[in-house]
């Protein structure tokens, strides 16, 4: 693996915000806050005393709805990926990025935890390289080209429970165009 560089924006985990982290790290800067995801929340349900969208503890936690409406603020949209398709068919010059909800194991100090819980990640193209953007990472991790993102893709994608959003304009996501017509 190369050096990240130093154009790359990343921002690391802090409490259960990785959705947070996730939407700043696709789109490379810090745009949205915690503040923002909790309005967004309230938008959503408004009525709800214990709001649905996100940790009844208020430490974050939130859920695909408050990402896609946030993406939808920024003129962008969500496409949700469906796992039996192949990812030849994927227009990547048409994907602005992915956010990946992936399994993630609860770590308590040093000690892993035999409990996986639900984490949001990144990945985008910066300066001609795909990037991981995990915010559980030090760093972002490199992962090069169009072909070693489709194997990164495939063996996130291949885990179970895994899922996957194509960041797309919204004049993308009308048309179709992220997906090749074959």
Known sequence: ???PSPDVFHEKQRLELCAIHALNNVLQERIFSKE????????????????????????????VNVIMAALQSRGLAAVWWDKRRSLDSLCLDRVF???????????????????????????RQVNGSYYNLDS???EPARIG?????????????????????LVVQREVEDDGSWMSPN
């Open 97 to 123: 990025g992915f956010i990946l909800n992936i399994p993630s194991l609860v770590l308590l100090g040093f000690l892993s935890l035999p409990i996986k819980r639900r984490h949001w990640i990144a990945v």
């Open 145 to 165: 080209s169009d072909t070693e993102l489709r194997k990164f893709l495939e063996e996130q994608i291949s885990q179970d429970p895994c899922e996957m959003l």
């Open 1 to 3: 693996m190369c050096e």
């Open 136 to 138: 559980k990472l030090k």
């Open 36 to 63: 923002a995801a909790d309005d967004i929340c309230k938008r959503l349900s408004p009525e709800s005393r214990m709001n649905p969208h996100r940790s009844f503890l208020g430490t974050g936690n939130y859920d």
